[in-house]
């Protein structure tokens, strides 16, 4: 005899506990299925780690310059068994409180694996049957694994938590955000760093802004190589060694960051036994109401094919179990104008259109307006590092349809200029709007 449930959430990661614990509020008996750590990625090797290793870098950064302001210091290097401590910590007291909360809220959590049997069944792995009317997929996904061999030799993301020391050279073979931010927080913490990209950086941002932040990289010390195809990995006689096609290779490193994408957590579900449908990535498919192809049964995170970033797993989960369970029949996320940041260094921020998919999509309605500067904090101490920044406008009303921002602070600087947009945001409106002298962002509302 199944125990029957109002929702089955499949997944304790930002998505599925946000689902979780909206749907408990509205009143709905839940159960959520995790094996692993409440937090999923972004908690537990994604996000938050990412992030205090970003702010690390930043620390490290801060103490060579402050030795351009005349401060009488010796940068020193980081000590990486303390830190790790210190993020782990901070780590288990999130998963603390998800749990304090989840237990609060009434919802019976399983550490364990489901599968469908049927469209309204999930078993879990210790053989226990659970009913639904309703079952949210947001099982995430896993770095990808290339079939070449050495492989295993080098590291995925997740790996990257687990180093007891820095790596003095290390390869990171890739060109999206994964890649893009562990090139400029290891080299800032002292790697000898070398990125092996097979086309361009980060192909979902502006071009030009990505143009700006590969110079950056590069005077950062940086090395890229492109056109790289990784044949496989192995072990020489002074490190690891990238093959790199026919006669080619390249190295040696100490370690190598395998970042080529990740692939959604899909395969162990028993989809067939429901009926639910795939496209050829295993990417679960779903409409605009987050709704698979069976009735009954929504998907949200990055088990989607939707854009693979927390807040937007959790802003459509809060949504699903709003219409779900609290009377809210229209409610379901907006996917445009979402903004987006790349903890580079320095970091880069988008929200709306490219330039290019602007001019794809309006033609010559476009008017581009851009401002390059140095910020005050690094022009003092005499450094030449520009900011870049881009207002894509279209129309003789010029409506805001992208903002750009590369540059110190622009991983702050866009969530308010996202509402502005959300609300129909012209360039007299900018323009109309009292800059903050001085600072970077002032520049977005002083543009000519």
């Known amino acids: ?46 996000c938050v780690p990412k992030k205090a290793l970003w702010s690390a870098a930043q620390l490290a950064q801060g103490q060579r310059l402050a030795l351009d302001y005349g401060f009488a210091s010796t940068p020193g290097p980081l000590d990486w068994e303390h830190f790790r401590q210190l993020r782990q910590a901070y780590i288990g007291g999130i998963r603390e409180r998800y749990a304090s909360r989840l237990a ?38 896993r770095p990808r694994r290339l079939d070449v061999p050495g492989f295993d030799l080098g590291m995925v993301s997740s790996d990257i938590f687990a180093l007891r020391a820095l790596p003095q050279r290390i390869a990171i073979v890739g060109g999206g955000y994964i890649a893009v931010e562990f090139a400029g927080l290891l080299r800032a913490l002292g790697s000898e760093v070398t990125l092996h990209v097979r086309d361009r950086l980060l192909s979902g941002f502006d071009a030009e802004l990505v143009d700006a932040l590969e110079e950056h990289l590069r005077g950062q010390g940086i090395e890229i190589t492109r056109q790289v195809v990784a044949g496989g990995l192995h072990r020489g006689t002074d490190g690891l060694v990238l093959d790199n096609g026919v006669n080619s290779s390249c190295g040696p490193y100490d ?16 989809l067939d036994a429901a009926g639910v449908q795939v496209d050829e990535e295993g990417h679960v498919v779903t409409d605009a109401w987050q709704s698979s ?50 903890f580079a260094e320095p970091p880069m921020a988008k929200l709306g259109l490219t330039e290019a998919q602007a001019r794809e999509r309006h033609g010559d309605q476009l008017r581009v307006h851009r401002a390059r500067f140095t910020p005050l904090q690094w022009a003092v101490a005499g450094r030449k590092a520009p900011s870049l920044m881009k207002i894509i406008c279209v129309g003789d009303d010029e409506q805001v349809v992208g903002m750009h921002v590369l540059g110190l602070g622009a991983d702050e600087m866009l969530q308010g200029f996202a509402v502005a947009m959300k609300l129909g945001l012209r360039k007299r409106d900018l323009d109309h709007t009292v800059a903050i002298h001085p600072s970077s962002a002032e520049e977005l509302v002083l543009m000519s």
């Open 1 to 46: 005899m199944a125990d029957t449930f109002d929702l089955i959430v499949l997944g304790g990661g930002s998505g599925g506990l946000a689902a979780a614990l909206r749907a408990a509020h509205h009143g709905a008996r839940v159960a959520l299925l995790e094996p692993g750590a409440l937090g999923g990625t972004c908690v537990n090797v994604g």
């Open 104 to 141: 609060d809220a009434g919802i019976q959590v399983l550490a364990e694996h489901g599968r469908f049997v049927a469209p309204d069944t999930v078993a879990t792995s210790s053989g226990r049957e659970l009913r639904a009317r309703q079952i949210i997929i947001a099982t995430g996904s």
């Open 255 to 270: 370690a190598v960051l395998w970042a080529v994408g990740r692939v959604p957590n899909s395969d162990q579900l028993g």
């Open 293 to 342: 192809s069976v009735p009954g049964i929504s998907a949200i995170g990055d088990v989607t094919a939707r854009q693979a970033l927390t807040p937007v797993a959790v802003a459509a989960s809060r949504r699903l179990a709003d219409r779900l369970f609290g009377g809210q029949p229209e409610s379901r996320l907006d996917y445009e104008n979402i903004p987006s940041v790349v």
